[in-house]
Antibody, heavy 120, light 107 residues
Framework: EVQLLESGGGLVQPGGSLRLSCAAS????????MSWVRQAPGKGLEWVSA????????YYADSVKGRFTISRDNSKNTVYLQMNSLGAEDTAVYYC?????????????WGQGTMVTASS | DIQMTQSPSSVSASVGDRVTITCRAS??????LAWYQQKPGKAPKLLIY???SLQSGVPSRFSGNGSGTDFTLTISSLQPEDFATYYC?????????FGQGTKVEIK
């Protein structure tokens, strides 16, 4: 079964850091680019970051550039999101998702999400 | 950045109704457009990719159309399980962007 499972969310003080993980199973992980998408409580979807299958290319939303870093370990079938200098505006459910040319670069498989709360 | 504007923001409809949601891109994105369905507390689900391609396992009552800047998602005969929020998303260029969502509610 194709599956993505996020972990690492939680409560963090403003200015703090957190690292999210997304473990993949059921498909050839290195063949797929991966992305993080977030959703603030009661709000819409916001794309955060993406990384190519090899890990050689990474992309970020302006709202997180310089604070967040995406990476992947293809030997562990896992993608990460290192989040630094967190603020209240980063409070959201964070989803990982895969995408490829076979689905027009749309986000095909999604994880269940992990909640990040930046609050004192 | 490419802005995606959906309309309406919400629609009330009855089971069996035909529902159409519109998405407009601030610049041409060819057919690099996807539609998602999201139910409360759940992850989004891909319905349509490349503007009009139905994702595997998605009922045929869902269809997508358009290219360039104007796109539509149509549900031909609304079913009880279709009451949800729908989002469009451009996959033309980074940063990828989503529409603000359209909530389909029961009349």
């Amino acid at each position: 079964e194709v599956q993505l499972l996020e972990s690492g969310g939680g409560l963090v003080q403003p200015g703090g850091s957190l690292r999210l993980s997304c473990a993949a199973s059921g498909f050839t992980f290195s063949s797929y680019a991966m992305s993080w998408v977030r959703q603030a409580p009661g709000k819409g979807l916001e794309w955060v970051s993406a990384i190519s299958g090899s890990g050689g290319s990474a992309y970020y939303a302006d709202s997180v550039k310089g604070r967040f870093t995406i990476s992947r370990d293809n030997s562990k079938n896992t993608v990460y999101l290192q989040m630094n200098s967190l603020g209240a505006e980063d409070t959201a459910v964070y989803y990982c998702a895969d995408y490829s040319s076979s689905t027009g670069f749309a986000f095909d498989i999604w994880g269940q999400g992990t909640m990040v709360t930046a609050s004192s | 950045d490419i802005q995606m504007t959906q309309s309406p923001s919400s629609v009330s409809a009855s089971v069996g109704d035909r529902v159409t949601i519109t998405c407009r891109a601030s610049q041409g994105i060819s057919s690099w457009l996807a539609w998602y369905q999201q139910k409360p507390g759940k992850a989004p689900k891909l319905l349509i990719y490349a503007a009009s391609s139905l994702q595997s396992g998605v009922p045929s009552r869902f269809s997508g159309n358009g290219s360039g800047t104007d796109f539509t998602l149509t549900i031909s005969s609304l079913q009880p399980e279709d009451f949800a929020t729908y989002y469009c998303q451009q996959a033309h260029s980074f940063p990828y962007t989503f529409g603000q969502g359209t909530k389909v509610e029961i009349k």
